[in-house]
């Protein structure tokens, strides 16, 4: 028969194990707001300068920076996906066009339909009748669509019931 060997615990240990079990901080408890005005107090300031930008690498602005005019000067799509009408909601919809960068969907006189969706890419202008874009890794060809050499062969897309 075997016989096991036991050792008491190191005084280290025992150390350890009581303060595991105070688990109390000894400094008092501040509120945000305080901690915050802490952490300002002892934050550096230094008065604002002007500098040439290819100085201000590494700088903080010490005003905000606004456009004249919005840029793009249009509603663009910043991901690929679907443009949509969100009055429609959820569900299966035919794949009416493909626009890419550079293609003004005016210049080609594409209207997005109720129940339609088109695919977009960045940057691109979004259709009239479109008002959002949903991504293309939040939809899905519609159960039971094929793939011929790698594309859909169905032109529906299903968009997500969180949409």
């Not at 500098?51 to 663009?76: K, Y």
């Not at 293309?136 to 997500?160: C, N, S, Y």
């Amino acid at each position: 028969m075997a016989s096991t060997k036991t050792t008491s615990k190191s005084p280290a240990h025992a150390e350890a194990a009581s303060r595991l079990k105070e688990r109390r901080s000894p400094w008092p408890m501040v509120s945000v707001d305080d901690a915050l005005t802490m952490v300002l107090q002892q934050t550096p300031t230094s008065a604002p300068m002007q500098v040439s930008l290819q100085e201000a690498l590494g700088c903080v602005l010490a005003d905000d920076i606004t456009a004249p005019e919005p840029l793009p000067p249009f509603p663009a799509a910043i991901m690929d996906g679907y443009a949509v009408c969100s009055c429609d909601g959820p569900g299966v919809f035919p794949v009416m066009g493909r626009l890419t960068a550079g293609v003004d969907p005016d210049a080609h006189g594409l209207i997005l339909a109720p129940g339609y969706t088109c695919y977009i890419t960045t940057g691109t202008k979004l259709p009239q009748g479109a008002d959002a874009v949903v991504k293309i890794e939040d939809t899905a060809p519609p159960e039971g669509g094929t793939r011929e050499g790698g594309r859909e062969k169905r032109k529906r897309r299903r968009l997500p019931s969180a949409f």
